[in-house]
Protein backbone atom coordinates (compact mmCIF):
# COMPACT_ATOMS: atom_id res chain seq x y z
CA UNK A 1 0.00 0.00 0.00
CA UNK A 2 2.72 2.55 0.90
CA UNK A 3 4.38 1.45 -2.14
CA UNK A 4 1.34 2.05 -4.37
CA UNK A 5 1.19 5.42 -2.39
CA UNK A 6 4.72 6.38 -3.07
CA UNK A 7 4.77 5.79 -6.70
CA UNK A 8 1.37 8.06 -7.23
CA UNK A 9 3.30 10.78 -5.17
CA UNK A 10 6.07 10.86 -7.53
CA UNK A 11 4.07 10.09 -10.97
CA UNK A 12 1.72 13.62 -9.25
CA UNK A 13 5.25 15.58 -8.54
CA UNK A 14 6.87 14.79 -12.16
CA UNK A 15 4.22 15.73 -14.24
CA UNK A 16 3.85 19.01 -11.84
CA UNK A 17 7.00 19.38 -12.75
CA UNK A 18 6.83 18.62 -16.50
CA UNK A 19 3.70 20.44 -16.56
CA UNK A 20 5.69 24.04 -14.85
CA UNK A 21 8.86 23.31 -17.16
CA UNK A 22 6.56 23.15 -20.54
CA UNK A 23 4.75 26.44 -18.99
CA UNK A 24 8.52 28.07 -17.75
CA UNK A 25 9.84 27.58 -21.02
CA UNK A 26 6.67 29.38 -22.76
CA UNK A 27 6.90 32.36 -20.99
CA UNK A 28 10.69 32.77 -21.25
CA UNK A 29 10.53 32.91 -24.77
CA UNK A 30 10.33 36.33 -26.12
CA UNK A 31 7.41 37.49 -28.12
CA UNK A 32 9.27 37.37 -31.10
CA UNK A 33 11.52 35.28 -32.66
CA UNK A 34 14.11 36.64 -35.66
CA UNK A 35 14.69 34.13 -37.85
CA UNK A 36 17.72 33.26 -40.29
CA UNK A 37 15.30 33.12 -43.28
CA UNK A 38 14.42 36.90 -42.57
CA UNK A 39 17.52 37.99 -41.94
CA UNK A 40 19.33 36.60 -44.75
CA UNK A 41 16.14 37.79 -46.67
CA UNK A 42 16.45 41.35 -45.43
CA UNK A 43 20.01 41.66 -45.98
CA UNK A 44 19.85 41.41 -49.62
CA UNK A 45 17.06 43.79 -50.11
CA UNK A 46 18.90 46.79 -48.97
CA UNK A 47 15.64 48.99 -50.49
CA UNK A 48 12.91 46.34 -49.10
CA UNK A 49 9.56 48.21 -47.60
CA UNK A 50 8.41 47.37 -44.38
CA UNK A 51 4.52 47.90 -44.08
CA UNK A 52 2.83 48.75 -41.01
CA UNK A 53 5.87 50.43 -38.80
CA UNK A 54 4.44 52.00 -36.17
CA UNK A 55 0.77 51.98 -36.70
CA UNK A 56 -1.98 51.66 -33.98
CA UNK A 57 -4.76 50.13 -33.61
CA UNK A 58 -8.02 52.83 -33.38
CA UNK A 59 -11.63 52.28 -33.54
CA UNK A 60 -13.95 54.94 -35.07
CA UNK A 61 -17.24 53.12 -33.28
CA UNK A 62 -16.20 49.75 -31.19
CA UNK A 63 -17.31 47.12 -32.54
CA UNK A 64 -19.05 43.81 -31.18
CA UNK A 65 -21.26 42.97 -34.41
CA UNK A 66 -20.43 39.75 -35.68
CA UNK A 67 -22.55 40.66 -38.71
CA UNK A 68 -20.08 42.95 -39.73
CA UNK A 69 -19.28 42.68 -43.30
CA UNK A 70 -16.24 43.08 -46.12
CA UNK A 71 -17.07 46.89 -46.08
CA UNK A 72 -13.31 47.65 -44.98
CA UNK A 73 -11.19 50.53 -46.31
CA UNK A 74 -8.01 49.99 -44.98
CA UNK A 75 -8.73 46.95 -42.20
CA UNK A 76 -8.57 49.17 -39.42
CA UNK A 77 -11.92 50.53 -38.95
CA UNK A 78 -14.16 49.68 -36.04
CA UNK A 79 -11.24 47.25 -34.33
CA UNK A 80 -12.67 44.77 -31.30
CA UNK A 81 -12.00 45.96 -28.45
CA UNK A 82 -9.08 44.04 -27.69
CA UNK A 83 -7.11 45.38 -29.79
CA UNK A 84 -8.22 48.91 -29.48
CA UNK A 85 -4.95 50.97 -28.82
CA UNK A 86 -2.61 48.56 -29.22
CA UNK A 87 0.37 48.46 -31.65
CA UNK A 88 -0.05 46.40 -34.60
CA UNK A 89 2.52 43.57 -34.58
CA UNK A 90 4.00 41.82 -37.79
CA UNK A 91 5.18 43.06 -41.12
CA UNK A 92 4.72 43.04 -44.85
CA UNK A 93 8.21 43.20 -46.46
CA UNK A 94 8.58 43.88 -49.98
CA UNK A 95 11.59 43.64 -52.61
CA UNK A 96 12.35 46.12 -55.41
CA UNK A 97 9.97 44.43 -57.40
CA UNK A 98 7.20 44.43 -55.40
CA UNK A 99 7.71 41.09 -54.84
CA UNK A 100 6.82 39.83 -51.39
CA UNK A 101 9.54 38.79 -49.03
CA UNK A 102 7.97 36.16 -46.76
CA UNK A 103 9.18 36.79 -42.84
CA UNK A 104 7.90 35.37 -39.49
CA UNK A 105 6.96 39.08 -38.64
CA UNK A 106 3.59 38.31 -41.89
CA UNK A 107 2.68 35.36 -39.33
CA UNK A 108 2.85 37.67 -36.32
CA UNK A 109 0.32 39.91 -38.54
CA UNK A 110 -1.85 37.26 -39.07
CA UNK A 111 -2.00 36.53 -35.85
CA UNK A 112 -2.62 39.57 -34.53
CA UNK A 113 -5.90 40.05 -36.17
CA UNK A 114 -6.55 36.51 -35.81
CA UNK A 115 -6.23 36.95 -31.87
CA UNK A 116 -9.61 38.61 -32.12
CA UNK A 117 -11.75 35.82 -32.81
CA UNK A 118 -14.46 35.19 -31.00
CA UNK A 119 -15.17 38.83 -30.92
CA UNK A 120 -15.60 38.56 -35.04
CA UNK A 121 -16.68 35.98 -36.74
CA UNK A 122 -14.16 34.64 -39.48
CA UNK A 123 -15.90 36.16 -42.60
CA UNK A 124 -14.68 39.73 -40.59
CA UNK A 125 -11.91 38.94 -39.82
CA UNK A 126 -10.40 37.33 -42.93
CA UNK A 127 -12.15 40.99 -44.75
CA UNK A 128 -9.93 43.17 -42.42
CA UNK A 129 -7.15 41.35 -43.09
CA UNK A 130 -7.57 41.22 -46.85
CA UNK A 131 -8.50 45.05 -47.15
CA UNK A 132 -5.58 45.52 -44.30
CA UNK A 133 -3.18 43.86 -46.81
CA UNK A 134 -4.33 45.49 -49.85
CA UNK A 135 -4.37 49.00 -48.59
CA UNK A 136 -0.69 49.09 -47.31
CA UNK A 137 0.68 46.78 -49.79
CA UNK A 138 1.14 46.87 -53.90
CA UNK A 139 0.91 44.32 -56.13
CA UNK A 140 1.71 41.59 -56.64
CA UNK A 141 2.72 41.06 -53.26
CA UNK A 142 -0.79 41.73 -51.76
CA UNK A 143 -1.93 38.92 -53.85
CA UNK A 144 1.16 36.62 -52.71
CA UNK A 145 -0.10 37.68 -48.81
CA UNK A 146 -3.59 37.11 -49.12
CA UNK A 147 -2.83 33.73 -50.42
CA UNK A 148 -0.40 32.86 -47.79
CA UNK A 149 -2.81 33.91 -45.44
CA UNK A 150 -5.52 31.63 -46.54
CA UNK A 151 -3.27 29.05 -46.57
CA UNK A 152 -2.29 29.68 -43.26
CA UNK A 153 -6.28 29.96 -41.93
CA UNK A 154 -6.44 26.39 -43.32
CA UNK A 155 -3.61 25.04 -41.90
CA UNK A 156 -4.80 26.34 -38.14
CA UNK A 157 -7.84 24.05 -38.67
CA UNK A 158 -5.56 21.12 -39.76
CA UNK A 159 -3.46 21.99 -36.55
CA UNK A 160 -6.20 22.10 -34.61
CA UNK A 161 -7.71 18.94 -35.67
CA UNK A 162 -4.69 16.96 -35.34
CA UNK A 163 -3.66 18.53 -31.57
CA UNK A 164 -6.85 17.48 -30.44
CA UNK A 165 -6.12 13.49 -32.03
CA UNK A 166 -3.03 13.43 -29.74
CA UNK A 167 -4.92 15.09 -26.35
CA UNK A 168 -2.92 17.28 -24.12
CA UNK A 169 0.57 15.40 -24.62
CA UNK A 170 2.55 17.59 -21.24
CA UNK A 171 -0.09 15.90 -19.12
CA UNK A 172 -0.06 11.90 -20.87
CA UNK A 173 2.85 9.98 -18.60
CA UNK A 174 4.53 6.67 -18.20
CA UNK A 175 4.18 4.81 -15.15
CA UNK A 176 7.39 6.65 -13.60
CA UNK A 177 5.43 9.75 -14.68
CA UNK A 178 7.70 11.39 -17.63
CA UNK A 179 6.75 12.76 -20.47
CA UNK A 180 6.05 10.60 -23.70
CA UNK A 181 9.12 11.54 -25.97
CA UNK A 182 8.37 9.14 -28.60
CA UNK A 183 4.54 10.89 -29.20
CA UNK A 184 6.04 14.43 -29.07
CA UNK A 185 8.30 12.66 -31.51
CA UNK A 186 5.45 11.48 -33.85
CA UNK A 187 3.14 14.77 -33.36
CA UNK A 188 6.38 16.46 -34.53
CA UNK A 189 6.38 14.20 -38.03
CA UNK A 190 2.60 14.38 -38.21
CA UNK A 191 2.80 18.42 -38.17
CA UNK A 192 5.68 18.56 -40.00
CA UNK A 193 3.69 16.55 -42.79
CA UNK A 194 0.69 19.03 -42.24
CA UNK A 195 2.71 22.75 -42.88
CA UNK A 196 4.27 20.91 -46.31
CA UNK A 197 0.66 20.07 -47.80
CA UNK A 198 0.41 23.51 -46.71
CA UNK A 199 2.83 25.49 -47.53
CA UNK A 200 6.15 25.79 -49.73
CA UNK A 201 9.71 25.62 -48.67
CA UNK A 202 10.66 29.45 -47.88
CA UNK A 203 7.18 29.79 -45.77
CA UNK A 204 7.79 27.33 -43.94
CA UNK A 205 11.19 28.28 -43.02
CA UNK A 206 10.38 31.74 -42.67
CA UNK A 207 7.11 30.87 -40.61
CA UNK A 208 8.21 28.20 -38.41
CA UNK A 209 12.50 27.97 -38.09
CA UNK A 210 12.45 30.09 -34.72
CA UNK A 211 9.61 28.07 -33.36
CA UNK A 212 10.91 24.49 -33.87
CA UNK A 213 14.31 25.81 -32.61
CA UNK A 214 12.81 26.36 -29.11
CA UNK A 215 10.65 23.18 -29.39
CA UNK A 216 14.17 21.82 -30.06
CA UNK A 217 14.74 23.32 -27.12
CA UNK A 218 12.28 22.17 -24.97
CA UNK A 219 12.51 18.40 -25.73
CA UNK A 220 16.14 18.31 -25.75
CA UNK A 221 15.77 19.80 -21.75
CA UNK A 222 13.02 17.68 -21.06
CA UNK A 223 14.99 14.51 -22.34
CA UNK A 224 18.18 15.68 -20.09
CA UNK A 225 15.66 16.12 -17.19
CA UNK A 226 14.01 12.45 -17.68
CA UNK A 227 17.34 10.86 -17.71
CA UNK A 228 18.00 8.66 -14.96
CA UNK A 229 21.36 7.92 -15.77
CA UNK A 230 22.61 11.44 -14.95
CA UNK A 231 23.13 13.18 -11.91
CA UNK A 232 22.16 16.87 -11.26
CA UNK A 233 26.13 18.01 -11.90
CA UNK A 234 25.45 15.83 -15.48
CA UNK A 235 22.16 17.16 -16.10
CA UNK A 236 23.15 20.32 -15.94
CA UNK A 237 26.62 20.22 -17.98
CA UNK A 238 24.78 18.24 -20.90
CA UNK A 239 22.05 21.45 -20.59
CA UNK A 240 25.12 23.88 -20.88
CA UNK A 241 26.48 21.78 -23.50
CA UNK A 242 23.47 21.72 -25.65
CA UNK A 243 23.61 25.48 -25.78
CA UNK A 244 26.80 25.96 -26.85
CA UNK A 245 26.64 24.28 -29.94
CA UNK A 246 23.55 26.56 -30.88
CA UNK A 247 24.42 29.32 -33.76
CA UNK A 248 25.21 32.64 -32.39
CA UNK A 249 22.32 34.55 -32.24
CA UNK A 250 19.41 36.20 -30.13
CA UNK A 251 17.84 32.50 -29.82
CA UNK A 252 21.05 31.27 -27.81
CA UNK A 253 21.33 33.99 -26.05
CA UNK A 254 17.92 33.90 -24.95
CA UNK A 255 18.18 30.04 -24.31
CA UNK A 256 21.09 30.52 -21.92
CA UNK A 257 19.18 32.61 -19.45
CA UNK A 258 17.02 29.94 -19.17
CA UNK A 259 19.72 27.73 -18.08
CA UNK A 260 18.94 27.53 -14.76
CA UNK A 261 15.19 26.35 -15.49
CA UNK A 262 15.70 23.34 -13.48
CA UNK A 263 16.57 25.48 -10.93
CA UNK A 264 14.26 27.65 -10.89
CA UNK A 265 11.44 24.28 -11.43
CA UNK A 266 12.39 22.65 -8.23
CA UNK A 267 12.73 25.84 -6.52
CA UNK A 268 9.48 27.04 -7.22
CA UNK A 269 7.78 23.89 -6.35
CA UNK A 270 9.74 24.08 -3.44
CA UNK A 271 8.82 27.41 -2.27
CA UNK A 272 5.49 27.39 -3.11
CA UNK A 273 5.06 24.12 -0.84
CA UNK A 274 6.36 25.87 1.87
CA UNK A 275 4.27 28.95 1.32
CA UNK A 276 6.69 31.75 0.39
CA UNK A 277 5.44 34.96 -0.44
CA UNK A 278 5.13 36.41 -3.86
CA UNK A 279 7.72 38.68 -3.11
CA UNK A 280 10.24 36.04 -2.17
CA UNK A 281 9.57 34.08 -5.05
CA UNK A 282 10.23 37.06 -7.59
CA UNK A 283 13.41 37.46 -5.49
CA UNK A 284 14.25 34.12 -6.61
CA UNK A 285 12.98 34.20 -9.86
CA UNK A 286 14.72 37.45 -10.58
CA UNK A 287 18.21 36.05 -9.33
CA UNK A 288 17.93 33.19 -11.80
CA UNK A 289 16.32 34.50 -15.33
CA UNK A 290 16.33 38.52 -15.16
CA UNK A 291 13.66 40.77 -13.77
CA UNK A 292 11.41 40.44 -17.36
CA UNK A 293 11.01 36.87 -16.95
CA UNK A 294 9.98 36.88 -13.27
CA UNK A 295 7.44 39.34 -14.46
CA UNK A 296 6.06 37.22 -16.40
CA UNK A 297 6.10 34.11 -14.02
CA UNK A 298 4.50 36.03 -11.26
CA UNK A 299 1.70 36.77 -14.32
CA UNK A 300 1.70 33.00 -14.63
CA UNK A 301 1.26 32.42 -11.40
CA UNK A 302 -2.03 34.99 -10.82
CA UNK A 303 -3.80 32.97 -14.09
CA UNK A 304 -3.26 29.92 -12.41
CA UNK A 305 -4.88 30.70 -9.54
CA UNK A 306 -7.74 32.32 -10.94
CA UNK A 307 -8.01 29.02 -13.45
CA UNK A 308 -7.50 26.53 -10.02
CA UNK A 309 -10.51 28.71 -8.76
CA UNK A 310 -13.00 28.63 -11.55
CA UNK A 311 -11.78 24.98 -11.85
CA UNK A 312 -13.06 23.52 -8.56
CA UNK A 313 -16.05 25.61 -9.46
CA UNK A 314 -16.41 24.06 -12.20
CA UNK A 315 -16.20 20.76 -11.06
CA UNK A 316 -18.56 21.51 -8.00
CA UNK A 317 -21.60 22.86 -11.23
CA UNK A 318 -20.16 19.84 -12.56
CA UNK A 319 -20.99 17.42 -10.16
CA UNK A 320 -24.54 19.22 -9.50
CA UNK A 321 -25.57 18.30 -12.91
CA UNK A 322 -24.35 14.86 -12.99
CA UNK A 323 -26.55 14.50 -10.09
CA UNK A 324 -29.76 16.00 -11.36
CA UNK A 325 -29.53 14.49 -14.55
CA UNK A 326 -29.07 10.76 -13.16
CA UNK A 327 -25.94 10.29 -14.94
CA UNK A 328 -22.62 12.26 -16.45
CA UNK A 329 -24.26 11.06 -20.17
CA UNK A 330 -27.77 12.61 -19.58
CA UNK A 331 -25.90 15.35 -18.61
CA UNK A 332 -23.02 15.87 -21.39
CA UNK A 333 -24.90 18.82 -23.25
CA UNK A 334 -24.99 20.90 -19.96
CA UNK A 335 -21.70 19.80 -19.39
CA UNK A 336 -20.45 21.02 -22.81
CA UNK A 337 -22.33 24.12 -21.89
CA UNK A 338 -20.66 24.64 -18.81
CA UNK A 339 -17.61 24.60 -20.22
CA UNK A 340 -17.83 26.75 -23.00
CA UNK A 341 -19.08 29.32 -20.65
CA UNK A 342 -16.28 29.06 -18.22
CA UNK A 343 -13.32 28.22 -20.40
CA UNK A 344 -11.58 29.56 -23.37
CA UNK A 345 -10.72 26.66 -25.98
CA UNK A 346 -6.93 26.71 -24.77
CA UNK A 347 -8.46 25.87 -20.86
CA UNK A 348 -10.91 23.27 -22.39
CA UNK A 349 -8.17 21.06 -23.27
CA UNK A 350 -6.65 20.86 -20.03
CA UNK A 351 -9.52 19.63 -18.10
CA UNK A 352 -9.55 16.34 -18.73
CA UNK A 353 -5.67 16.18 -17.63
CA UNK A 354 -6.38 18.22 -14.59
CA UNK A 355 -8.65 16.82 -13.36
CA UNK A 356 -6.85 13.52 -13.36
CA UNK A 357 -4.29 15.08 -11.34
CA UNK A 358 -6.34 16.41 -9.25
CA UNK A 359 -8.02 12.79 -8.51
CA UNK A 360 -4.68 11.34 -8.25
CA UNK A 361 -3.64 13.85 -5.66
CA UNK A 362 -6.95 12.99 -3.53
CA UNK A 363 -6.24 9.26 -3.59
CA UNK A 364 -2.95 9.66 -2.30
CA UNK A 365 -3.89 12.25 0.44
CA UNK A 366 -6.74 9.44 1.24
Do not use: C
Not at 53 to 61: D, F, I, K, V, Y
Not at 229 to 255: C, T
Not at 283 to 295: C, F, K, P
Not at 341 to 363: H, P, S, V, W
Amino acid sequence: MNNQRNTRTIIIIALLLLALLATLIWWLKPKSVSTSAADNTLATSASATVTNSGLTATANTPSTDNTLSANFSTGLESMPRSLQGTDIDGEIIIDDNNQLVVTEGLRRLFDYFLSAMGEENEATIIARVEAYILHHTPEPAASSAIKIFHQYMSYLKALDELQGSYGTLQLQATQAGKLDLNLIAQRRQDVNRLRQQSFDAATIKAFFSGEDTYEDYSVAMVGIEQDNNLNAAQKQASREDYISRLPEGEIKKNFQKQANFGELTQRTAQMKAQGATKEALFDMRRGLVGEAAASRLAGLDVEEANFDARFNQYQAQRQLLINNAGSAGKAQAQIDELERNQFNDTERKRLTGYAEIQRMAQNDAN
